[in-house]
């Protein structure tokens, strides 16, 4: 491994740390080297706190050093004004000489113009080191960034014999098909992503709360379809604890504090018009929950980055079928007894 690609490799995994609490700002690790040795290193940790690049250079104890080290980042470093000052100033205030990064920024309130910046003080860049590494870290930036919508990961369980749900359900709760890791699993993933999707007959049937329980987290922001506005008032996503978002054909007299209501048009291309929707709500990520219709609508709009499939050691014989997906990239886990196939859509 080159020596670049050794300390990129460390700034990643730094910035995963960051996973799921820095929307709507990219994940980034930073790492100071002098001399063969890392004097410092951070990442960023949340939006409207210090960047990875400050973390770092405020974690060197001889700021001396800073004059004859080299600072590696895996994504350009900021050279706008927002919640914080640019991390380009901090660099060039430190007189760091060079500078190592990973990925180009494609926020139009970067892109290149970090580097531009770093260059005309005269320091030394290199840009580009892991740069498919970095910029997978960060894809959810960039297909918000790039696509003008949010990254959409769908997730399902289905039983050995195609069935995400039992013909009849005696109680208004979940059925499941996989066991506690894997759900525990799905959790994590929530905490992650920015927002949860399902269908108006998921929340009719399963009451679900859609919530991180079972993982140390923040809840995703809750979204659901309602087009004839019939979820019940007294629905656990509508307990006004998390935002909300509900697309339906009209708004309904119910006004919650923290429920929003977006109007679509259900004769035309729904999952299209719903993640417009969430580009203009700055989210830059969802996971896709269910029912077996919904998700179907975003795989026949082929409007989908990723697929999360569990089998389950169970079977229905008759019930729900799940959604039917095509893909020519998969890979296949096993969670004790459960199959989890992860498949990657590159259209």
Not at 64 to 92: D, R, W
């Amino acid at each position: 491994m080159k020596i670049q690609e050794k300390y990129i490799k460390r700034c990643i995994e730094l910035a995963k740390n960051g996973l799921g609490t820095t929307y709507p700002n990219p994940m980034v690790g930073s790492v100071i080297v002098y001399d063969g040795k890392i004097i410092g290193e951070g990442w960023h940790k949340k939006a409207g706190e210090p960047h990875a690049e400050v973390n770092a250079i405020n974690s060197v104890k001889d700021k001396s050093l800073l004059q004859k080290a080299t600072i590696y980042v895996s994504l350009e470093p900021c050279s706008h004004f927002g919640k914080t000052p640019p991390c380009c100033n901090l660099i060039i205030e430190n007189k760091i000489p060079n500078v190592v990064i990973g990925t180009v920024d494609s926020n139009v309130k970067v892109a290149g113009n970090g580097i531009k910046k770093l260059i005309e003080a005269g320091i030394q860049v290199n840009v580009g080191v892991l740069e498919k590494e970095c910029h997978d870290l960060n894809k959810r930036f960039f297909t918000f960034h790039e696509k003008k919508r949010p990254y959409i990961i769908l997730k399902w369980a289905q039983s050995q014999d195609g069935f995400i749900a039992p013909s009849e359900k005696l109680e208004k709760k979940p059925v499941w098909i996989t066991n506690p890791y894997s759900r525990q699993m799905v959790h994590k993933w929530r905490s992650e992503e920015q927002a949860i999707l399902v269908g108006t007959q998921t929340v009719i049937d399963d009451n679900p709360k859609l919530d991180t329980r079972d993982w140390a987290g923040d809840n995703p922001i809750r979204l659901a379809l309602d087009q004839n506005n019939r979820i019940p008032e007294n629905s656990q996503i509508l307990n006004n604890q998390v935002k909300t978002i509900l697309f339906s054909k009209s708004k309904t007299a119910v006004i919650k504090e923290n429920t929003t209501f977006e109007c679509i048009d259900f004769q035309k291309n729904v999952a299209k018009q719903i993640v417009e929707s969430l580009y203009e709500h700055q989210i830059q990520s969802v996971i896709i929950e269910g029912g077996s219709q919904t998700l179907q609508t975003f795989i026949d709009a082929n409007l989908w980055d990723e697929a999360r499939v569990f089998i389950g050691n169970i079977h229905f014989t008759n019930g729900k079928k799940a959604p039917q997906l095509v893909s020519k990239e998969a890979e296949k886990r096993y969670i004790g007894a459960d199959e989890l196939i992860i498949s990657r859509n590159h259209d």
